[in-house]
T-cell receptor, first 112, second 118 residues
Framework: GENVEQHPSTLSVQEGDSAVIKCTYS??????FPWYKQELGKRPQLIID?????GEKKDQRIAVTLNKTAKHFSLHITETQPEDSAVYFC???????????FGGGTRLMVKP | DAGVIQSPRHEVTEMGQEVTLRCKPI?????LFWYRQTMMRGLELLIY????????DSGMPEDRFSAKMPNASFSTLKIQPSEPRDSAVYFC????????????????FGPGTRLTVT
């Protein structure tokens, strides 16, 4: 089955700096890669996703890149703000399966 | 749309008791997922239903856990008997899935049930 590794497990940045979270996956058949944000005590919510036919996707301050050859994808947050503080999960899914395999999560702390 | 609804939001029970968690997916969604979240193991998929049929239950930890989906608008996750190591937050999520397309795979999570087994 799919295995998703995520790092770092914790990340502390100064407000205004950029944050990068990286994930690797094992199943070359995976073709959908979402990122979820989970605030303390809340449910995970999708913030951005990328499909295997695209190498990069951007939405305001967040962007995701995908390298299918190397089987890794990354989340980039620019101009971080205190409200970006949360746990971020990457995940991978293959079209026929519809099941997400989640990474272990990254706790991002943005210091004012 | 009310989103995915879960009940109860909190459950405290004693070891050995039966626990039933409930989920109502978003209307029109055909896929339903049960997850368990703990600090040690992260977010784990327990079972996945598509069109009310269990597709993959390989994540169900043991026979004490069972899940049903009697219709498109309701699912239960039952633990019998419960043990302290079952303490976790249990999330239900739903999505609208069409195999072979790049349609939305987004999973919408419910608010979760925080289970404490003493």
């Amino acid at each position: 089955g799919e295995n998703v590794e995520q790092h770092p497990s914790t990340l502390s940045v100064q407000e205004g700096d950029s944050a990068v979270i990286k994930c690797t996956y094992s199943d070359s058949a995976s073709n959908y890669f979402p990122w979820y944000k989970q605030e303390l005590g809340k449910r995970p919510q999708l913030i951005i996703d990328i499909r295997s036919n695209v190498g990069e996707k951007k939405d305001q301050r967040i962007a995701v890149t995908l390298n299918k050859t190397a089987k890794h994808f990354s989340l980039h947050i620019t101009e971080t703000q205190p409200e970006d503080s949360a746990v971020y999960f990457c995940a991978a899914c293959y079209n026929a399966g519809n099941m997400l395999t989640f990474g272990g999560g990254t706790r991002l702390m943005v210091k004012p | 749309d009310a989103g995915v609804i879960q009940s109860p939001r909190h459950e405290v029970t004693e070891m050995g008791q039966e626990v039933t968690l409930r989920c109502k997916p978003i209307s029109g969604h055909n896929s339903l997922f049960w997850y368990r979240q703990t600090m040690m193991r992260g977010l784990e998929l327990l079972i996945y239903f598509n069109n009310n049929v269990p597709i993959d239950d390989s994540g169900m930890p043991e026979d004490r856990f069972s899940a049903k989906m009697p219709n498109a608008s309701f699912s239960t996750l039952k633990i019998q008997p419960s043990e302290p190591r079952d303490s976790a937050v249990y999330f239900c999520a739903s999505s609208s899935f069409q195999a072979g397309t790049f349609s939305s795979y987004e999973q919408y999570f419910g608010p979760g049930t925080r289970l404490t087994v003493t």
